[in-house]
T-cell receptor
Framework: EAEVAQSPRYKITEKSQAVAFWCDPI?????LYWYRQILGQGPELLVQ????????DSQLPKDRFSAERLKGVDSTLKIQPAELGDSAMYLC??????????????FGPGTRLTVT | SQQGEEDPQALSIQEGENATMNCSYK?????LQWYRQNSGRGLVHLIL?????REKHSGRLRVTLDTSKKSSSLLITASRAADTASYFC????????????FGAGTRLFVKA
């Protein structure tokens, strides 16, 4: 069964350092999502791509976070510089095309980030 | 802020009992989904109910939707220890955009 791949699974970094996460969605899924999940809370959407275009990044802290999906396939989320408050689980999900119609999202295992 | 709000925040039951979780939301929706998350893992989609549907079943899961009250419920019948997880409701793309918004979740613990 096809799965969403994420790496690394765990990352420990010092504050002010740069960190990057990678996501490979299910083949054929045009929509890719990055979520941040703080312990004890639900996922919060950071950025949503439709193919290589950003559909929504209203909750992305753009002064330190960036996301790209250059060829409309895999994606990278970067934080520079990392802050203590960025410690969280970063989840990637993908779904079929989402143009006003909803398709279920398939989630990867997540990357647990700890900033010290 | 998150749109979906689950109730209760935590639920502990015995194996074999039914578990009911509720979700309330604020704005109009096209659909509502329920997800499960085992500790430290990604989310798994359980069931989707569209705004023109009132009830939906999938195995031991039963979801209801009341758009007039802006609420939904998830019922897990004959619960098992393996059902121990966090359950989240999420509102799908609404009339104003494409964003999926998750609630804070209900933590279910099923005791064997």
């Amino acid at each position: 069964e096809a799965e969403v791949a994420q790496s690394p699974r765990y990352k420990i970094t010092e504050k002010s350092q740069a960190v990057a996460f990678w996501c490979d969605p299910i083949s054929g899924h045009a929509t890719l999502y990055w979520y941040r999940q703080i312990l004890g809370q639900g996922p919060e959407l950071l950025v949503q791509f439709q193919d290589e275009s950003v559909v929504d990044d209203s909750q992305l802290p753009k002064d330190r976070f960036s996301a790209e999906r250059l060829k409309g396939v895999d994606s990278t989320l970067k934080i520079q510089p990392a802050e203590l408050g960025d410690s969280a689980m970063y989840l990637c999900a993908s779904s079929l095309a989402d143009r006003g119609l909803y398709y279920e999202q398939y989630f990867g295992p997540g990357t647990r980030l700890t900033v010290t | 802020s998150q749109q979906g709000e689950e109730d209760p925040q935590a639920l502990s039951i015995q194996e074999g009992e039914n578990a009911t979780m509720n979700c309330s939301y604020k704005t109009s929706i096209n659909n509502l989904q329920w997800y499960r998350q085992n500790s430290g893992r990604g989310l798994v989609h359980l069931i989707l109910i569209r705004s023109n549907e009132r009830e939906k079943h999938s195995g031991r899961l039963r979801v209801t939707l009341d758009t007039s009250k802006k609420s939904s419920s998830l019922l897990i019948t004959a619960s098992r220890a393996a059902d121990t997880a966090s359950y989240f409701c999420a509102t799908g793309p609404n009339t104003g955009g494409f964003k999926t918004i998750f609630g804070a979740g209900t933590r279910l613990f099923v005791k064997a």
